[in-house]
Every structure is written in structure tokens, then in C-alpha cells.
């Protein structure tokens, strides 16, 4: 139980939104006492937490949204020396039994923390890590596009007039973007053949700008995983990609993990149980960061083929008659394990966070 000898000890809980945050303030046995709208800027945020303190002894706040629309009050609220809680969204099924509005989930994020049912530590997103996470964002997108281009292009040959089909349809694809961002078509784009001819030179001129990005997207997170992570890079199977995306799922402050175990369930790489009466087993765990499993699991495929150590374990286990799908669960637990000490080899152990309940 909270208690101070001066004030009031109170728990403040904030319900996120792009133009507004809803706070609220409850006291140490969870009576709600207030709530107030700020806005979404500096003095808002600063309002925000003048008001939470004139209340009493704040202790925590419950943010909901670290990582999105609350992530800038987030920030503000750890450089004044508050402690922020991660709180999740609540479950639909408690939605609909007690109401949906602003006020509501505020009071919601604040009694999470003050149960303790709400116990996570957000990003801070302040160092080297946020800023490969921006670059990734821009990389990922332009692969995407440049992905559509490329089947719209396709597309477009295969539903051409017959002598633009025939002229193109042998070609590479290096060879094809080439070819088609160097055409001279016509300007007759009354004429179908001209304008699929128009299309296709604008569309492989679109393929060149985005490849140019990726590269340069490439060299910048190649120089800034050099700096951050080199050592996770130099593992077996891990590439810029995985190692990047693995960063970015840790974070700034990868010592809010309070053990490997906690790393690994984000990952979704933590064994679930599934037996049932005479059978013991263990399944995938198909919830947490989707990315940072699909990172693990390109890693374990890349061993699974090049990596002598890896190959072994996966013969004598196959031999034990264990499914493919186990053999990688367990490479996937075994690689998060990995990662996690390399992820915090550089980091000062974590600090006991404030209880509140």
C-alpha cells in the first residue's frame, strides 16, 4: 500500500490520442478522484503534469500508447523523473462491460498500475536504436513499393498489345527496368501500345529512384549498426535486417527486460504448454512482436543450412522423432537467448521499479 507522511499518494493514468490526452488521478486504495483533458504539445504536457502533482505524491502514471500517440508525453514525463508504466489497451470483453470513453480508460490505466496489473517499462526512444527504427521505416516502405512496381510492370506486358508484349516478355528483370526506363515511346497516348509504352518507361524510372533509396537506406543503417550492435552482427545468421529489427523490439533501454525470459515472450519465442492427458508438448507462441519472430526465424533458417553446429542439433533431434516445427521453436528459444545477452552486454542492470500495490 502506498502511504507518505505529508500528502496523499496518488497513481495517474493517461488515455492517448493524436490532438488530446485524457489523464486521471486516483489515490492509493483506487477511489477516482479527477480527470482533466490536455493537449497534445509542450505546455500541454507540462499542464499535465502540474496537475497530476497538485493532487498529491505522485508515484506512477500509466501511459497507454508509449509507442505511438503517447510516446511524446512518455518522454516528458521520464525526463521530469516520473515514473511511466506501459499500460495495454483493456480487453474487449472488460470494454463492453463497463462503458467505452476517455474518462474511462484513463481511470482504467491508472487502476492497472495501481494493481499491478500493468508493470511494463516503455522505450525510452532517445538514442542510436530510434534512429534506426526511422531509417527501417523509410527502407521498409520503399520495398514495398518497389515490390508493387515491379507486378504492376509485369502486369502491365502481359495485358499489352501484342508487339510490346513479344519485345519484352524475354527479358531479365535488370535487364527489363533498363531497357524500359531508356525507351523513347511516343506521345500518342490516344494508342494503347504508346501509352502501355509511356507507363512502363515512368514505371521503371519509379523502380530506379526506389532502388537508389534502398541502397542509400542500406549505407546509413549499415554505418549506425556498425556503431550500435557489431558484435550481434558478427553472430551466425544475423544480418543487418534481423539484427536491426532485434534492436528496434529491445529498444534505447533493452535493461527494462527483467530476464531473458521476458525477452523471448516479446520475441513470441517462449514455449507455451499443450499437453493434454497423455501427451506433453509444447506450441509455437503466436502472439508478441511479430517482426522480431520473423527476424529469429530467418536466423534459424540461415544456420539450419550453413552452420555446422546447428545442422547437428537439428539431425539428433530429428532423429528423436521431434517435428520440424518443435526443431525450430527450440532454435528460435535458444537464438533469443542469445541475442539478449549480447543486447545487454553494454547495459547497467535494471532498476527495482517503485511498487504501488
Not at 76 to 91: H, K, M, S
Amino acid at each position: 500500500m502506498i502511504s507518505t507522511a505529508d500528502e496523499t499518494a496518488v497513481v495517474g493514468g493517461v488515455d492517448t490520442h493524436t490532438d488530446s490526452h485524457q489523464a486521471a488521478v486516483i489515490d492509493s486504495i483506487g477511489r477516482h478522484l479527477t480527470t482533466q483533458a490536455f493537449p497534445t504539445t509542450p505546455d500541454g504536457y507540462h499542464r499535465l503534469l502540474d496537475w497530476l502533482r497538485s493532487h498529491g505524491a505522485l508515484i506512477a502514471v500509466g501511459v497507454e500508447g508509449t509507442g505511438a500517440y503517447g510516446s511524446g508525453l512518455a518522454r516528458y514525463l521520464q525526463d521530469n523523473q516520473v515514473t511511466v508504466i506501459e499500460v495495454d489497451r483493456p480487453d474487449r470483453r472488460a470494454r463492453r462491460a463497463g462503458g467505452k470513453s476517455d474518462p474511462i480508460d484513463a481511470f482504467a490505466a491508472a487502476t492497472a498500475v495501481l494493481t499491478g496489473r500493468a508493470t511494463g517499462t516503455p522505450k525510452t526512444r532517445d538514442g542510436i536504436v530510434e534512429a534506426i527504427r526511422a531509417l527501417r521505416v523509410v527502407r521498409r516502405s520503399a520495398v514495398k513499393a518497389r515490390t508493387q512496381t515491379i507486378h504492376q510492370i509485369r502486369t502491365l506486358i502481359i495485358t499489352a498489345p501484342d508487339e510490346v508484349r513479344e519485345q519484352l516478355r524475354a527479358l531479365a528483370p535488370a535487364e527489363l527496368i533498363k531497357h524500359l526506363a531508356r525507351s523513347r515511346p511516343r506521345t500518342q497516348t490516344s494508342e494503347p501500345a504508346c501509352a502501355v509504352k509511356v507507363a512502363l518507361r515512368r514505371l521503371a524510372r519509379r523502380h530506379q529512384y526506389l532502388t537508389a533509396e534502398i541502397g542509400n537506406a542500406d549505407a546509413e543503417l549499415k554505418a549506425l549498426m556498425a556503431q550500435a550492435a557489431p558484435e550481434l552482427v558478427a553472430l551466425p545468421g544475423v544480418g543487418i535486417e534481423t539484427a536491426a529489427q532485434l534492436l528496434i523490439t529491445a529498444g534505447d533501454n533493452p535493461e527494462r527486460f527483467t530476464s531473458e525470459a521476458s525477452f523471448a515472450h516479446l520475441c513470441a519465442v517462449a514455449p507455451i504448454p499443450a499437453s493434454s492427458g497423455r501427451t506433453n508438448r509444447h506450441r509455437l507462441n503466436r502472439g508478441g512482436d511479430r517482426r522480431a519472430n520473423h527476424a529469429l526465424h530467418m536466423i534459424a533458417l540461415v544456420r539450419m543450412r550453413y552452420d555446422q553446429r546447428t545442422q547437428e542439433y537439428v539431425a539428433r533431434r530429428t532423429a528423436e522423432g521431434m517435428s520440424k516445427k518443435d526443431i525450430l521453436r527450440c532454435l528460435k528459444r535458444f537464438i533469443a537467448r542469445e541475442i539478449y545477452k549480447h543486447l545487454t552486454r553494454q547495459h547497467t542492470p535494471p532498476q527495482r521499479l517503485i511498487q504501488v500495490a
